[in-house]
């Protein structure tokens, strides 16, 4: 520790003690003289090196960890970052975010964000004949208000459905949506809090992303590749921020189509 931490502090400076702590570790990782994942002493025994209150090398730690150039375990310590500064990902937040609700401008352009079929591809004829087999069945009752549930008769048969799957629930434990966009809101709304960190694969469903920026999170977006997300990078992520959750399309992921390995 001693042959690594030849730090001078001044304590007349006006800059504060925890803060040259924290610029001088900085430019030790920035040297590579503490290379990535390497642990720092722990708490104690850099104040008692220093000559500082354990306050002072907490503070400094945590000014660090804002600045996403150390990470911290529960019960095991504080680390270098495994990755430069340069290369940490900045969230995403609202104030970030673009609309794309307009096609391009552009002759033969394709909007990767519209998530919708071309309206030439809508079956038009079979819907129009299951509106009137509905209509002739319920007549007027087709318009009446459900159960917020869903309509209960698709829930029961979507039980016996999911038996095939050895998937085993009753009705009263399904919700029918309207669409995935609305079981996405319902579930943002349901877990996100403000402020809180979510990981996308980039790219990702545009409609998705919105939905959790609406409720005030942030996003870090994970490189794709031919199989999936980037697990290494993932991995790097994950000890430099603490996300809610990761949201992720294994299937034919949106846009690309991709399927994970």
């Known amino acids: 520790m001693d042959e690594i931490f030849q730090i001078q502090l ?13 610029d001088a570790i ?6 590579g003289l503490l290379p990535a994942d390497s642990k720092l002493p722990p708490i104690r025994k850099m104040a008692s090196h220093f000559g500082v209150n354990t306050v002072t090398v907490v503070t400094a730690y945590k000014y660090l960890e804002q600045k996403q150039m150390v990470y911290s375990r529960v019960g095991s310590g504080t680390y270098i970052s495994p990755l430069p500064v340069e290369k940490v990902p900045e969230p995403v937040a609202r104030r ?6 307009k096609t391009p401008a552009l002759e033969h352009a394709i909007n990767f964000t519209l998530t919708s079929l071309p309206n030439e591809l809508f079956p038009v004829d079979a819907f129009k004949k299951a509106f009137d087999t509905v209509l002739e069945r319920e ?14 008769p698709l829930r029961e048969e979507l ?5 095939s799957f050895g998937i085993h629930t009753a009705a009263e434990h399904l919700q029918i949506i309207s669409g995935a966009q609305q079981g996405i809101d319902i579930m943002s709304k349901a877990i996100l809090r403000y402020g809180d960190v979510v990981f996308v694969e980039s790219p990702t469903f545009y409609g998705a992303a919105g939905a959790f920026l609406s409720r005030g999170a942030k996003l870090v977006g994970i490189p794709m590749e031919a ?35």
């Open 10 to 22: 001044d304590k007349t400076s006006e800059v504060p003690i925890y803060r040259q702590l924290a």
């Open 96 to 101: 970030n975010l673009q609309l794309f609700e």
């Open 227 to 261: 199989d999936g997300m980037e697990m290494e990078a993932l991995e790097n992520y994950l000890k430099l921020y603490h996300p809610r959750f990761i949201y992720m399309m294994a299937y034919f992921q949106t846009p690309t189509g991709i399927s994970y390995s």
């Open 139 to 152: 007549k007027g009752g087709a318009f009446r208000y459900t159960d917020s549930m869903g309509y209960l």
């Open 159 to 163: 039980c016996r459905y999911l038996m």
């Open 26 to 31: 900085g430019a030790l990782a920035s040297d």
